[in-house]
């Protein structure tokens, strides 16, 4: 059968006492979580492995793995743990000498050892590799085994900032793999999956591609994580995790909120994760696209999660004008009806102290106020908007959906800018190598396919950075990066990072432009750019706030609170000072679904009414929309056995892994064990409420 292992020892219940007892038949591996490693590459032994004797004697099929952490050292924490063993032969050396001594002389049944390190950073894969290598080697001497536990990855990288990994490398050392392939979703994330449909396959896509299918096993989470969504959070998490038994409690009634009616509520089964999810003390909510009517707004689903948005116009009226990106007559109308539920007793109920309007909303950082906004879509618009000067731009159609500008030499903005400050933007990459460079009133920033970034003015370098090299003659839409320029009167920035919304400022220098009034690309050698932006150098556009109307009263969310700023009549501002826009404010604005909140929101129970929400910033997209207690309410998603068994059905027959590792054995929906056998719990053996 495919394999499942588990990791345990990190607690101890009865639970886990009675799973190993009752369907120890149903395991192939059991990893015990027992130490931890510090910065010298000491073990410090944290559950008495002894206590699986009664098991192993039972079970003899069983294998169990010895694992060690970096984590809970009293003294440093896991990233310096990391870093010192990285750093240190003499410390790998003493680590390996620990394994063979403290794990498997004292244990001589341990089948092999478990390697548990985690929070490593984005660099040193050779030296991170090391570690692995030490112990591996020393496990494989004594003619015993080494796997490891290790973070997600996708062909783009880590999203937790683990890139020292490399799946080849470290598999061809390794006898087996479980990847950690939860908490996409986490007790300080937005809610959601906590391993996404798509996010899995990608993940495998990727490791099966790199690590024989034989040495793999998914990792998937036997828990739950519960999120509060009737409040703001500032400087705590809304989430915490649980078992499968605290989600059951919880939607049954059993375990409400302080002071609330005991009520169950309804749960759903999230299509891609195939786990549940649901809503504690929700009277009434809507998905953005349930609406009644809507204006100037469009509706979409990215990653299994559908939203409203209103989008920015590309350019104004003139041209070469800022566009006026307000609100106009965009709107959405809802209906909602936050209608009272009936609780354990039968009786009707609501809030006792009203209710709370939450909406979920993506924002981005402010925007340079629009000029030309252009993602390369049509030969036209090439010809149109653009000058060459001998130059060998060409319009691409590389999909349906996808085109680039493709060229090297000069692409100049068909208009002249006087003195105005500008701002300018290019995503590209190198289809050759070579240079590519910004320029805005005679102001350069240019980056070389090498990494050698620069801020020149003529030929007089101001500032200067060194990149990684750069990738070159990746296929179209990969390897690209984007790169801006901002010149105002006395100063120049440049920004560059791995995507539109992933840029930092890298240099800076005070100037004197020339402004002359051109804004132009130029590449050395062939570059292919799929979008160009070109906004005003002070002014910026929010995307960050909409506007809810409800019983006739109004509301702005989603507001960043600024200073040192001013408002023109268009919903756009400028800071007073010569100063990059995150220095107006010290709220960070990620890439992740936000929760904003009309705590006291003017509703009846069981009053239907119309909701509508002007999106006054574009570009913020809108998901949930949620009519909750205003005392508590909780957004949970959890794994039961039915995501359980569909996840290792699709670990065997669409990757051939070896098979499924589950974090972590007695937090699980214990219907799991005897569904592996296709049978379902006899009444004695149900735990409902424990």
């Known amino acids: 059968m495919a394999g499942v292992w588990v990791w345990t020892g990190h607690m101890w219940n009865e639970r886990i006492r009675w799973v190993l007892e009752t369907f120890g038949d149903r395991l192939t591996d059991v990893s015990l979580f027992a130490w931890s490693v510090n910065i010298n590459g000491d073990l410090r032994e944290t559950f008495n492995p002894a206590l699986m004797d009664e098991y192993r004697a039972k079970w003899p099929h069983i294998r169990f793995w010895g694992c060690f952490r970096n984590m809970d050292d009293p003294d440093n924490?896991?990233?310096?743990?990391?870093?010192?063993?990285?750093?240190?032969?003499?410390?790998?050396?003493?680590?390996?000498?620990?394994?063979?001594?403290?794990?498997?002389?004292?244990?001589?049944?341990?089948?092999?050892?478990?390697?548990?390190?985690?929070?490593?950073?984005?660099?040193?894969?050779?030296?991170?590799?090391?570690?692995?290598?030490?112990?591996?080697?020393?496990?494989?001497s004594l003619g015993r085994l080494a796997s490891a536990a290790l973070p997600p990855m996708t062909v783009d990288g880590s999203?937790?900032?683990?890139?020292?990994?490399?799946?080849?490398?470290?598999?061809?050392?390794?006898?087996?793999?479980?990847?950690?392939?939860?908490?996409?979703?986490?007790?300080?994330?937005?809610?959601?999956?906590?391993?996404?449909?798509?996010?899995?396959?990608?993940?495998?896509d990727w490791a099966a591609s790199q690590i024989p299918a034989s040495k793999l096993s998914m990792g998937l989470p036997a828990y739950g994580r519960f999120w509060s969504i009737h409040r703001y959070y500032i400087g705590e998490y809304r989430g915490q995790s649980g078992t499968y038994y605290a989600g059951w409690q919880l939607f049954n009634g059993l375990a409400p909120w302080e002071g609330h009616h005991k009520t169950g509520w309804i749960l759903y089964r999230d299509p891609g994760s195939r786990t549940l999810w649901g809503i504690t003390d929700c009277y009434d909510w809507?998905?953005?696209?349930?609406?009644?009517?809507?204006?100037?707004?469009?509706?979409?689903?990215?990653?299994?999660?559908?939203?409203?948005?209103?989008?920015?116009?590309?350019?104004?009226?003139?041209?070469?004008?800022?566009?006026?990106?307000?609100?106009?007559?965009?709107?959405?109308?809802?209906?909602?009806?936050?209608?009272?539920?009936?609780?354990?007793?039968?009786?009707?109920?609501?809030?006792?102290?009203?209710?709370?309007?939450?909406?979920?909303?993506?924002?981005?950082?402010?925007?340079?106020?629009t000029v030309i906004d252009d993602y390369a879509n049509s030969a036209q618009q090439l010809?149109?908007?653009?000058?060459?000067?001998?130059?060998?731009?060409?319009?691409?159609?590389?999909?349906?959906?996808?085109?680039?500008?493709?060229?090297?030499?000069?692409?100049?903005?068909?208009?002249?800018?006087?003195?105005?400050?500008?701002?300018?933007?290019?995503?590209?990459?190198?289809?050759?190598?070579?240079?590519?460079?910004l320029t805005v009133q005679g102001i350069t920033a240019d980056l070389s396919s090498g990494g050698h970034l620069r801020l020149m003015q003529g030929a007089a370098v101001l500032a200067e950075q060194w990149l990684d090299p750069r990738v070159v003659g990746a296929a179209a839409g990969s390897g690209r990066q984007s790169m801006a320029l901002r010149v105002r009167e006395g100063s120049a920035r440049v920004y560059f990072g791995s995507s539109d919304s992933n840029m930092f400022r890298l240099l800076q220098a005070d100037v004197s432009p020339a402004f002359d009034g051109v804004v132009q690309l130029d590449a050395s050698a062939a570059v292919w750019v799929d979008?160009?932006?070109?906004?005003?150098?002070?002014?910026?556009?929010?995307?960050?706030?909409?506007?809810?109307?409800?019983?006739?009263?109004?509301?702005?969310?989603?507001?960043?609170?600024?200073?040192?700023?001013?408002?023109?009549?268009?919903?756009?501002?400028?800071?007073?000072?010569?100063v990059d826009e995150h220095e107006t404010r010290t709220a960070e604005i990620s890439l992740d679904w936000d929760y904003d909140h009309w705590q006291d929101v003017p509703l009846e129970p069981g009053a239907e009414t119309f909701l509508t929400v002007r999106p006054t910033d574009h570009d913020v997209w809108l998901g949930r929309l949620m009519v909750v207690d205003r005392d508590g309410a909780t957004m949970a998603y959890f794994s039961d056995t039915d995501t359980l068994t569909y996840w290792r059905g699709r670990a065997s027959h669409d990757w051939d892994l070896q098979g499924i590792a589950l974090w972590s054995l007695g937090q699980e929906d214990v219907r799991f064990w005897e569904t592996l056998e296709g049978g379902e719990l006899p009444p004695e053996t149900k735990r409902l409420n424990v």
């Open 77 to 140: 924490g896991p990233y310096d743990i990391f870093q010192g063993l990285r750093g240190s032969a003499a410390a790998r050396a003493r680590l390996a000498d620990q394994v063979q001594s403290e794990i498997f002389e004292a244990y001589p049944w341990i089948h092999g050892v478990d390697i548990d390190m985690e929070l490593g950073g984005n660099g040193d894969p050779v030296a991170s590799e090391s570690i692995f290598e030490a112990v591996a080697d020393r496990a494989h």
């Open 159 to 204: 999203i937790g900032g683990e890139n020292w990994v490399r799946y080849a490398q470290l598999g061809s050392m390794l006898d087996h793999v479980a990847v950690m392939s939860y908490d996409f979703a986490w007790g300080g994330s937005a809610p959601g999956p906590i391993s996404p449909g798509w996010w899995l396959e990608q993940v495998y």
């Open 286 to 369: 809507r998905y953005p696209n349930q609406i009644e009517a809507s204006r100037g707004v469009n509706f979409g689903t990215f990653n299994e999660r559908p939203y409203a948005v209103r989008y920015g116009l590309p350019s104004a009226s003139p041209i070469w004008s800022v566009a006026d990106n307000s609100v106009g007559d965009a709107l959405i109308n809802y209906r909602i009806n936050p209608a009272p539920v009936v609780d354990n007793t039968g009786a009707l109920v609501s809030p006792h102290n009203g209710f709370t309007l939450t909406l979920e909303m993506l924002k981005r950082s402010p925007v340079a106020a």
């Open 383 to 437: 010809g149109d908007v653009y000058e060459q000067d001998g130059s060998a731009w060409k319009f691409a159609e590389v999909t349906d959906t996808y085109s680039q500008y493709r060229g090297s030499g000069r692409l100049k903005y068909a208009a002249g800018f006087g003195s105005r400050a500008m701002y300018s933007q290019a995503r590209f990459q190198f289809a050759a190598a070579g240079r590519f460079g």
């Open 531 to 578: 979008h160009l932006y070109l906004g005003d150098g002070w002014w910026y556009q929010p995307r960050e706030a909409v506007e809810v109307e409800l019983n006739g009263r109004r509301q702005l969310l989603g507001r960043v609170p600024r200073t040192g700023i001013r408002w023109d009549n268009a919903n756009r501002f400028r800071p007073l000072a010569d």
